[in-house]
């Protein structure tokens, strides 16, 4: 019986946490990772915070953690792999690193996600518009050769011409029809840690 208990427990908090958003599990990760929570030391936002004052040797001191949430993906991810003073070493898998930085950026990462689908949308018009200017001149070329056609030649010709033409038009643009990709969390990292390099 018990170790029945023992096998389906792990499946159930498996099963428990997938019905959790990202946000709320980054949240969850940051105030309960495998050790004590980070918000003790650097905050609830990860904004640095006063731990406590003392006086050593006569000189008002004080202990807390630095903010955390100005920093790039790499410095984020190579503090957590290695063994800083004053903090608990963690042991994070990548994948938890970049829960809590997630946590810790969503405010950027959403304005990165926000001016990439912005920049993508004006790309796609920008596509849009040159596509129907060739295609504007295409019809009118092809209008130009027709009329002159038209003179020598029989109808038979001019119905020919009309279903090209129509095929033309009706071809659809090549760049719209790639589907919406889902977010890519690692990219969204790389923009805006980019974003906040070029400050
Ligand atoms: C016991 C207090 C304490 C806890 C808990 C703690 N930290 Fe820290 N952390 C510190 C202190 C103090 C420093 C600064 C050490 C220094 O400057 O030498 C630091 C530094 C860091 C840095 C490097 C900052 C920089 O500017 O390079 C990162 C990143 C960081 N902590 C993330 C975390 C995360 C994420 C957690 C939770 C998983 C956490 N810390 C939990 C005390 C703590």
Redo the contacts with the bound molecule.
């Keep these: 019986m018990k170790y029945i208990l023992f096998l389906t427990l792990p499946l159930f908090l498996y099963a428990k946490t997938s019905f959790i958003t990202q946000e709320e599990y980054a949240a969850q990760l ?1 105030k309960n ?1 495998r ?4 918000q ?3 905050g609830d936002q990860g904004k640095g915070k006063i ?1 406590a004052n003392y006086t050593h040797k006569k000189i008002q001191k004080s ?4 903010a ?1 949430d100005k ?1 790039d993906y790499a ?2 991810y190579k ?2 792999n290695s063994r ?5 070493r ?1 042991f ?1 898998t990548p994948k938890e690193i970049s829960a ?1 930085y997630f946590y810790l950026n969503q405010e950027e990462l959403k304005k990165a996600q926000e001016l990439k689908e912005a920049q993508e949308k004006k790309k796609a018009q920008e596509a849009e518009k040159v596509k129907k200017a060739q295609e504007a001149k295409k019809v009118s070329e092809t209008k130009e050769v027709n009329e002159t056609k038209e003179i020598k030649e029989v109808h038979e010709t001019k119905e020919v011409n009309e279903t090209q033409e129509t095929k033309e038009v009706v071809e659809e643009p090549k760049e719209n029809t790639k589907p919406a990709e889902a977010i890519d969390i690692n990219a969204l990292f790389r923009e805006a840690t980019e974003a906040k390099n070029a400050k």
Excluded: N, T
Excluded at 35 to 38: M, N
Excluded at 63 to 66: V, Y
Excluded at 84 to 88: E, F, R, Y
């Design positions: 940051y990772p050790g004590i929570g980070c003790h030391c650097h731990v202990f807390g953690g630095p955390i920093l410095a984020f503090a957590l800083i003073d004053s903090m608990p963690y994070l809590l």
